[in-house]
């Protein structure tokens, strides 16, 4: 048998239920924090003309990129995975390392 799952987004404005509009939430970022709001026509137009006002004398910054990788870290990554490895611990051949890995080590060295 199949199954049609409906989802229909409502305006977080509204208390009567109001439709969102037609497009994606509507995204904006406060304090570091990243948040998401559907909205209806109205709230949209709201929410745009309030937000424009503040853009208007904003300053604009570039996107927060990771710290480079130098060699010096990833020596220590490498170090850190051969102890473990080492001790029995299983970690990823690359990427992050799981921050309790990190401490154990830490606390060994």
Do not use: N
């Not at 990554?77 to 830490?106: C, F, H, M, N």
């Amino acid at each position: 048998m199949a199954k049609k799952i409906t989802i229909e987004r409502i305006c977080d404005m509204s208390v009567l239920g109001y439709p969102a509009d037609s497009g994606a939430p509507h995204s904006f970022m406060l304090d570091g924090k990243d948040y998401e709001v559907d909205l209806c026509e109205g709230h949209a137009a709201e929410f745009y003309d309030l937000m424009v006002h503040y853009a208007a004398v904003a300053r604009r910054v570039r996107a927060k990129t990771a710290p480079a990788r130098t060699a010096a870290r990833r020596k220590r990554a490498a170090d850190i995975r051969a102890w473990a490895r080492d001790q029995g611990i299983w970690t990823v051949p690359d990427g992050r390392l799981p921050s309790k890995v990190i401490a154990a080590y830490e606390a060994r060295h």
